[in-house]
């Protein structure tokens, strides 16, 4: 049977108004069912269990209860206190743990990868000797170390990310000096820009200690150059801004890290002594030439003698150089230009004593009871020193009489005595850097 739309309508309409008066009584005149669960009646303090009295306020429902309430703050509470400890904790770890700092080198002098790979024992990326651009990390002490060095490195394009700085430079000769000094202005200039709070200079200074070109740029006259480590016996070292540091191995000409294996030093050395080196006319060393020619030492000491001095080895000048060395009971170390060379922590590098000539060269370095060499003998270095090489036959005599255990045992010590001077002079640079940049801290 079909129904007619006006009716299906009119059903419609009745039954949402049907609906909506339902709604409106539940909603205005339906008693509500209260749980306990979820509600509860809180009567008016002093009124009868049970009634209400006259006048007095009716009973009102209150929030919702929740059973576990009291257990959920307790537990909140404990672990807030929990956190808080922690935190606590952590802030007094944080406090107790040693401060780091970081202090970036720049080598632009050969003596500068003698500072961080034969002292400070760095790693360099990429190993390649000739890359344009060689870096590496170490930390040391308190201090995380960074270093750059190569011909690649130039002014403003190292990435400088820290406020300390430590330049290697060269001062030997004028032309030497000028490069440095463009390198020392790049770096006043971060300094003035506040890009740069700290500065120190490793220095391979003049071989007659003539260093007065960088006197200006030190603190103490109105620089910014808060250290000084200056190669050589110059008379400003007082170890307190200026201090001494060791001239190491010839590494602009190649010369490596030797690492001492069982071979090196107990092996039986055929030859007593070498000297491979330039000969200048009127000089000591043509003396020390002719005594071993004059004493017939020729064949018991391997010698290579050349008229002119030359920058560069080749690869079979430096195979030559290392294997005499390696060779030999002692290493001829006469004096040049300055009495300290580089011959003397090469041979130590192999164990091969060095003999040298202990006398004070021309120039303003400083002389007194323990120079030339104050700060190798200050450490104790284990050498021969003699003051004329007439005095070599005698030494080589009692080099005869010497039992291969009695060498084995010097050679053991003299190899001991150069790592632990490496050490100390690791141990001083790091500490002397600590306490002038970051005492305050």
């Not at 780091?100 to 990429?126: S, T």
């Not at 490195?153 to 330049?167: E, R």
């Not at 030359?310 to 195979?319: C, F, G, N, V, Y």
Request: proline letters at 5%.
């Amino acid at each position: 049977m079909k129904i007619p739309k006006r009716k299906l309508f009119l059903l419609i309409i009745f039954a949402y108004v049907a609906f909506s008066l339902y709604a409106a009584y539940n909603v205005f005149f339906s008693t509500k069912v209260i749980s306990r669960v979820h509600r509860v009646v809180k009567k008016e303090t002093g009124a009868p269990s049970g009634g209400v009295r006259d006048g007095g306020a009716a009973p009102f429902l209150a929030d919702d209860w929740n059973p576990w309430e009291d257990e959920q703050v307790e537990y909140n509470s404990a672990l807030n206190k929990k956190r808080e400890a922690f935190k606590q904790h952590l802030s007094r770890v944080d406090k107790n743990k040693p401060k780091r700092f970081k202090v970036q080198i720049w080598g632009k002098a050969a003596v500068g990868l003698y500072l961080w790979e034969h002292i400070l024992e760095g790693p360099l990326n990429p190993t390649d000797k000739v890359a344009q651009w060689r870096e590496g990390e170490l930390q040391a002490g308190k201090i995380d170390f960074s270093f750059y060095t190569g011909p690649a490195v130039v002014q403003g394009h190292v990435p400088l990310d820290m406020n300390s700085l430590v330049v290697v430079l060269n001062g030997r000769e004028q032309q030497k000096v000028s490069y440095s000094t463009r390198w020392l202005e790049h770096v006043q200039a971060l300094v003035q820009s506040h890009t740069v709070a700290h500065v120190a200079v490793v220095l391979l200074g003049n071989e007659h200690c003539n260093n007065g070109w960088i006197g200006p740029y030190l603190k103490r006259n109105g620089g910014f150059v808060e250290l000084l480590f200056v190669v050589y016996d110059s008379p400003w070292i007082n170890d307190k801004d200026v201090f001494q540091w060791p001239l190491g191995v010839a590494t602009y000409r190649q010369f490596p890290m030797i690492r001492p294996n069982t071979q090196l030093i107990t092996s039986s050395r055929p030859y007593l002594c070498n000297f491979l080196g330039t000969v200048y006319k009127n000089s000591s060393r043509e003396t020390l030439m002719t005594v071993l020619k004059q004493s017939g030492l020729e064949k018991e000491c391997i010698t290579t003698a050349r008229e002119k001095w030359l920058p560069q080895e080749t690869a079979d000048s430096l195979r030559s150089y290392q294997t005499a060395l390696a060779q030999s009971e002692l290493t001829l170390c006469p004096v040049g230009i300055n009495t300290e060379c580089y011959r003397i922590y090469e041979a130590c590098s192999y164990g091969s004593v060095p003999v040298v000539e202990d006398v004070l060269t021309p120039g303003t370095c400083a002389a007194g009871p323990s120079s030339p060499l104050r700060l190798l003998k200050a450490a104790g270095a284990p050498f021969v020193f003699i003051s004329d090489w007439k005095e070599l036959p005698a030494i080589l005599e009692r080099e005869r009489a010497m039992s291969q255990e009695q060498r084995v045992d010097r050679r053991r010590r003299l190899l001991e005595w150069y790592a632990g001077f490496r050490q100390q002079m690791k141990e001083r640079f790091t500490e002397v850097i600590e306490e002038t940049f970051f005492k305050s801290v």
